[in-house]
């Protein structure tokens, strides 16, 4: 079995830390960022991406007290999240990849919040299986802040106009705006825009911040933090 496999990896130093510790740095680094902004830290949802691990992995991290997981992919969790949901039953699933539509009824049977909505074709799928499924979930719309043509998100100059279709017409439960950075740029520049364009649509939550800068999207509002390598070791 490699290190990885085992949830451990070799530090700087040379000491070996387990998926646990690493957990507990990250909890401790989420209160620091909070606090330095004045935030309750309990403001703050960690989702735990889990995405490439299997269930061993995710085991000593859902044994330390961890409920809240994230996955990109639907195929991915109905393998290793059903039987982890039998021993856990309180875990609470986060959809943070894209969601094709036929993938619409597995995705709503399986998740509980889904942070992908970014356009009105899988809008109404989520809708239609909402009703037929009787499921509570929470949704977050996509925003492609950085406009990058390979990325999912709605644009930025149709995000208001889409978010009011999801909430009008399709009645959907929406908390909140979600946003990946582009690689090469500042963070920060679209962790303030996501903030701005959620208070200009009356939304509360936001779903920004990874490894790299969670402390930096804490500053500028994010109430759920997606964060994997730094937790589960790198992938
Ligand atoms: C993989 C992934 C993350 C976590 O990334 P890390 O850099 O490993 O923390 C967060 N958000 C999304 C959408 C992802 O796909």
């Not at 059903?82 to 049977?109: R, Y």
């Not at 399986?110 to 949704?139: C, G, N, S, W």
């Not at 978010?163 to 962790?191: N, Q, S």
């Amino acid at each position: 079995m490699s290190e990885a496999d085992e949830g451990t990896h070799v530090t700087n130093d040379g000491y070996h830390e387990t998926a646990p510790q690493r957990l507990k740095r990250v909890r401790d680094e989420i209160v620091s960022a909070a606090n330095a902004v004045k935030r309750s830290p309990a403001d703050v949802e960690l989702i735990a991406v889990s995405k490439t691990f299997d269930g061993e992995a995710i085991k000593p991290v859902l044994a330390a007290g961890q409920r809240v997981f994230g996955e990109n992919r639907v195929q991915e969790a109905e393998r290793k999240w059903p039987a982890l949901k039998a021993e856990f039953p309180d875990v609470e699933l986060h959809l943070i990849g894209p969601l094709q539509s036929n993938k619409a009824k597995e995705a709503v049977t399986l998740f509980d919040v889904i942070h992908t909505i970014d356009r009105e074709k899988i809008a109404r799928a989520i809708a239609d299986e909402i009703a037929k499924q009787q499921r509570t979930l929470k949704l977050f719309v996509q925003v492609n802040t950085g406009e990058e043509p390979q990325k999912a998100g709605i644009m930025p100059r149709e995000a208001k106009a889409f978010v009011a279709l999801c909430r009008t017409e399709l009645k959907l439960p929406i908390i909140g705006l979600m946003c990946i950075p582009p690689v090469d740029e500042e963070p920060a520049v679209h962790f303030a825009f996501l903030a701005k364009l959620a208070r200009e649509t009356d939304l509360h939550c936001l779903s920004m911040g990874m490894s790299s800068d969670f402390d930096a999207a804490i500053a500028f509002g994010a109430t759920h933090v997606r964060v994997g390598s730094a937790i589960f070791g790198t992938r």
